[in-house]
């Protein structure tokens, strides 16, 4: 019996919708994408972004610390939990559902709420770069500041918001029960929201205040669960050179090596398609034969047949 194609699919916020009503509307559409690729033979693990859900609950917990004082400050890593959760509950039975409208009653469905081991000297936390929350007047940021120890910064006119540190993530804690889970051949949703950040003091996980990028989380799920292709979906059907000038080159299939220099030459914006082509470069070079595509949630079945997206490989 032939081997099922291992695939990391890697969902971004286009995938799940902006409001409790969108969000169910979105993973039923979603859902239909995800099967299709089942049914192509393939084995799939599915990890997600928060951005919309996770800044939603942000603001829900502030608002109730505002409306009563007793009511301590929710950390940002309960926050991810919380997405992970809801996010989870959502996609869960819209898979299922699909599953089952389609006669395939052998997939358990599942979510794994999932926290990832950062570096506590990383870096990213000595110059958080990500906003999150509402935005704030001069005197509500200050008061942000003062009460909680929140950074806040002036973002383009519209107000001030919180910035925290993205970190890379090191370690997946709950990896030995992913791969149970799929190693039996349940359809695994994990690493929602990039993973709810931790550092370890002694035998002691710690939320840490932070967010990290889901396309690095997925890259190191698939790493780590030997997958034979990572998925990152986008908002385009390939990444282009150039993109959105006259000289718009798209690419179908680049080795890493060639995405490396096109990185360098910076043809990619950052915060939007380059942890993308990072991700996927770093998973192309993890080892030989493994690849990683970018492409459109509607074109993933099609990109895995190789007829679109943009193919990346040693």
């Not at 019996?1 to 990391?8: A, F, N, Y």
């Not at 997946?172 to 039996?184: C, K, Y």
């Not at 997925?218 to 993109?243: G, H, M, P, Q």
């Not at 690419?251 to 890493?256: C, F, P, Q, R, V």
Request: proline share 5%; hydrophobic share 40%.
């Amino acid at each position: 019996m032939e081997k099922k194609k291992r695939i990391v699919i890697a969902l971004g916020g286009n995938a799940l919708g902006n409001t409790l009503p969108e969000q169910m509307t979105a993973v039923k559409i979603t859902s239909k994408a995800i099967v299709d690729l089942i049914e192509e033979g393939c084995e799939v693990v599915v990890a997600h972004g928060n951005g919309p859900q996770v800044g939603m609950i942000n603001n829900a917990m502030s608002a109730l610390c505002r409306e009563d004082p007793n009511q301590p400050n929710t950390p940002l890593s309960v926050c991810v939990a919380m997405s992970q959760a809801y996010i989870g509950y959502d996609l869960q039975n819209a898979l299922r559902e699909e599953l089952v409208n389609r006669k395939i009653r052998n997939i358990p469905v599942t979510t794994m709420i999932t926290q990832i081991r950062v570096d506590e000297n990383d870096p990213a936390f000595s110059n958080p770069s990500k906003p999150i929350g509402h935005f704030m007047t001069e005197e509500q940021a200050k008061e942000a500041s003062e009460k909680y120890g929140y950074l806040m910064k002036e973002d383009a006119g519209r107000g001030y918001r919180r910035m925290v540190a993205s970190p890379k993530p090191q370690e997946i804690i709950e990896i030995e029960a992913i791969r149970s889970l799929v190693d039996s051949g349940q359809l695994v949703i994990a690493c929602g929201g990039g993973g709810i950040p931790v550092t370890l003091k002694g035998n002691h996980l710690k939320g840490a205040s932070a967010v990290i990028d889901k396309d690095f989380a997925s890259e190191l799920l698939a790493e780590e669960l030997n997958a034979d292709l990572l998925i990152i979906l986008t908002a385009v059907e390939k990444i282009a050179l150039n993109y959105g000038r006259p000289d718009e080159v798209w690419l179908s299939d680049i080795t890493a090596k060639e995405a490396r220099q096109y990185i360098n030459e910076g043809h990619f914006a950052p915060g939007s398609m380059l942890p993308k082509v990072e991700a996927a470069v770093k998973f192309a070079e993890s080892r030989k034969g493994r690849t990683a595509l970018i492409t459109l949630l509607e074109k993933a079945k099609e990109g895995i047949l190789g007829s679109t997206g943009t193919h990346i490989q040693q």
